[in-house]
């Protein structure tokens, strides 16, 4: 995988914050190694202004970064997946789709900071912690031996990342 850039697909529920936090993450850190994507099972239909205000807090581009289905990545069309990470538990215990391209799978559950009520501040705080808690997954990723691990050792790497942070 040295030089192949691959597809990545972080999958979430309703697709505003951790996945869209994860795909725009990935693919500004990744620096063109990864094309990168977000879903939802039931997507909201939109960002979540907090997720947003973060990233372009952290001079994170923002374009294109959408709340959409997961039936975008499944059907005739869709890119070959390298690579399927699921963000939330409620979403990882869900009958996915069959993604094209065999995609290795991990999941890297994080707690959703939407569901955070208290003052603006506690709800700032738990969107900045999900962010930092994915940055530091995918540091962990991009920091891996991509060309010298296969199969299930890269497998098991993934799912290994998937508890650090938590």
Known sequence: MN?????VLFICTGNSARSIFAEAL???LGHGRFRVFSAGSHPKG???PRALAILEQWRIPTDGLRSKSWDEFSGPGAPALD???TVCDAAAGEVCPVWQGQPMTAHW??????AVDGTDAQKDKAFTDAAMVLKRR???MLALPMD?????S????LDRIGHAGA
């Open 46 to 48: 939109e960002v979540a």
């Open 83 to 85: 690579f399927v990470f």
């Open 26 to 28: 990935m693919r500004h």
């Open 3 to 7: 030089d192949k850039v691959c597809n």
């Open 138 to 140: 995918i540091e962990l």
């Open 109 to 114: 559950g994080v707690p959703d900071p939407s």
């Open 154 to 157: 890269l497998e098991r790497e």
């Open 148 to 152: 010298r691990l296969a199969g299930l």
